[in-house]
């Protein structure tokens, strides 16, 4: 009896040992940190490096901590990594220098020194309470930036390394990890899913809520109004068309691009939005699609802080992320690049290859950062940044308005977005210490610099028509036109490709048009039957894009897609159904209020 009592009690101390002999572990991901200080939370480039993470930026001055409080499954000795990027490797110090302190004991190690997105070796700490505070202070004020941190009692582990091709490995290793469950639960089922709360999703939620329906609004960020929104600072331009009374809700005041006017504006959009009856997945990233032959069933979104997920359920499914993702991984038609003069008509002989090119090729309009300083009462300094002027070269400047733009012809504007990103901060920093040399600037001081790209341009997704420069010049008035503009139409280039020494200044082309109409064809998907796009993603040449990307012609296309929805529910039909048999009562929504341009 003895024995076996003994037995019980030996089996119960080896069963607890268990996890620790095979390797407790823990996983802290950054974007989930209590208290932030003054790091924020970056979720742009979650598809291409893995996860939301936090981010210093602090314009050249230091941010406050990071700071949690985690439970360890166990006491013992634990290895750390710490994933995170040296995001400017080259002949100086790594500019996104941080520390991380775990129960107060401040690691050896300095992080932000690895080349690429991975895990960077911190040695072991001891863990004598379960409770423990973990601390990342930043020591440059230069962006720095943290994804997670990983313990592990197995010395010889190391976490997962992100493979862009195999995301949903990565999300599982993360998942099991945080305790979240493998597959997404359900997220109930909704009339109409948008995602994207830029102006194109703002404007197509409320038009849907309008006619009664319900509306789900997957987007990844707390603000409201992609680029319009306070975080980006674009104001909004073009015509209202038909849909002042839901635009007038979600624009802008026509302010300088890059002002703190943004925040007013902000604060009406998010009132008009709280006020409608959408149900808004905010912060949450849609990542995947669920499909059942050429119809999506549900998109896949997570929670940019928690993680937590939702399969999110509904008949039709608009694209207002700009990026053309929903389409993307539902195998919709895409085109990414300018077309070659000759497929559409498109040439400009006046600019020629700056227009349109003889071959088509991977130029698209650039994305930008927009940013100011302040003058102020006293005198200040601004650390050295050889990593920037490296960029900036000899230009000077306090500020930077939108033609600060960069794009390349090998450079993906979502592959290599994080990239593009970085080059457009380093070609700000630089050039503000270069303007700091000057003693006329000696009172000013970095107020705001976005760090938030603003995009222009990326997948464009194909309808059953493609919207080109021929339609605008000619202004055709299509029987299926729910959308009008005015605006030029108005393509960058580089100026770089005119010999300038800065490769992230950018050159407008405007090209008058006549009032121009852009048909529902346009806004829904050729191939993929129950997915309408609204916005920058929608059906279109790259000259095509040129004037209609403005927001208020963005918004224009979500109201169409926004009213098309409660038309496919009342006929239990799809788009293109909508498009064949009901397009005069679509018509008539947007049509049945006389066009107003201002
Ligand atoms: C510097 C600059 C100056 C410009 N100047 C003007 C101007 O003066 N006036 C004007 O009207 N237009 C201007 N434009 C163009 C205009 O801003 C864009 O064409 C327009 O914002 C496109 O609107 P959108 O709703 O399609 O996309 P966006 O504004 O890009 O909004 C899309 C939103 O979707 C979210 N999202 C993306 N992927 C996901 C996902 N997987 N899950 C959830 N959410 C997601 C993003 O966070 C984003 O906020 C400018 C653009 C730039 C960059």
Not at 500 to 511: E, T
Request: hydrophobic share 35%; with cysteine.
């Amino acid at each position: 009896m003895l024995i076996r009592r003994l037995f019980i009690v030996l089996s119960a101390v080896v069963c607890f040992a268990v996890p620790t002999a095979v390797g407790a572990t823990l996983l802290v991901e950054a974007e989930s940190f209590d208290d932030k200080g003054g790091w924020v939370v970056d979720q742009q480039f979650t598809d291409t490096m893995g996860s939301p993470y936090l981010l210093a930026h602090g314009l050249g001055r230091l941010v406050d901590d990071a700071v949690t409080t985690v439970t360890f499954p166990s006491t013992g000795t634990y290895r750390v990594w710490v994933r995170t990027k040296n995001w400017v490797e080259g002949p100086w110090e790594a500019p996104g220098r941080f520390k991380a302190a775990v129960g107060g004991a401040v690691l050896a190690e300095t992080f932000g020194m690895k080349k690429g997105w991975g895990w960077q070796d911190g040695g072991s700490v001891t863990i004598s309470k379960k409770r423990v505070e973990i601390r990342l202070t930043d020591l440059t004020g230069f962006d720095g930036r943290c994804d997670a941190i990983y313990f592990d009692t197995d010395k010889s582990a190391k976490p997962l390394d992100f493979d862009a091709d195999k995301p949903e490995v990565n999300r599982q290793w993360r998942n099991k990890l945080r305790g979240l469950p493998t597959a997404s639960p359900d997220g109930g089922k909704f009339d109409v899913v948008i995602v994207g709360g830029g102006i194109s999703g703002c404007a197509a939620a409320l038009a849907a809520d309008e006619q009664g329906l319900s509306v789900a609004l997957i987007h990844d960020r707390m603000l409201l109004g992609g680029n319009a929104s306070s975080e980006i600072r674009v104001h909004t331009e073009g015509i209202y068309g038909q849909g002042k009374d839901i635009l007038k809700k979600i624009d802008t005041e026509h302010y300088p691009n890059g002002s703190a006017y943004a925040i007013k504006d902000q604060q009406k959009r998010e009132k008009a939005m709280k006020a409608a009856g959408v149900m808004m997945f905010r912060p949450w990233r849609a990542y995947d699609v669920k499909m059942k032959g050429s119809k999506i069933i549900s998109v896949d979104a997570c929670s940019t802080i928690t993680g937590e997920a939702l399969r999110i359920r509904s008949d039709v499914f608009i694209d207002c992320t700009g990026d053309g993702w929903i389409g993307y991984w539902a195998g919709a038609e895409y085109r990414y690049g300018r077309e070659s003069k000759k497929e559409f008509g498109e040439a400009w002989d006046k600019h020629s290859e700056l227009w349109s090119p003889e071959k088509a090729d991977n130029r698209i309009m650039g994305s930008s950062l927009l940013w100011n300083s302040s003058k102020e009462s006293v005198k200040s300094t601004f650390p050295e940044v050889p990593w920037a002027v490296d960029v900036a070269k000899n230009k000077s400047a306090v500020a930077g308005e939108w033609y600060w733009e960069y794009s390349d012809n090998d450079k993906h504007a979502i592959d290599d977005a994080e990239e593009i990103r970085d080059h457009m901060l380093r070609a700000i920093y630089g050039s503000f210490y270069n303007a700091k040399k000057n003693d006329k600037n000696a009172y000013h001081k970095l107020k705001w610099v976005g760090y938030l790209s603003g995009k222009r341009e990326s997948r464009r997704l194909i309808g059953d028509y493609i919207y080109t420069q021929k339609d605008a010049m000619s202004g055709t008035k299509f029987d299926d036109a729910v959308v009008e503009e005015t605006r030029a139409i108005d393509v960058h280039y580089q100026q770089t490709l005119k010999g300038s020494p800065q490769d992230f200044l950018s050159k407008a082309l405007y090209r008058k048009v006549p009032r121009y109409y852009i048909p529902f064809r346009c806004l829904y998907s050729k191939n993929v039957d129950n997915l309408m796009m609204a916005g920058r993603c929608f059906s279109c040449s790259h000259v095509g894009l040129g004037g209609p990307r403005v927001m208020l012609t963005c918004g224009q296309m979500g109201i169409a897609t926004g009213y098309a929805a409660s038309l496919c529910k009342k006929y239990c039909t799809n788009p293109r159904g909508v498009y064949k048999s009901h397009i005069t009562e679509l018509k008539g929504f947007v049509s049945n209020k006389p066009a107003n341009d201002n």
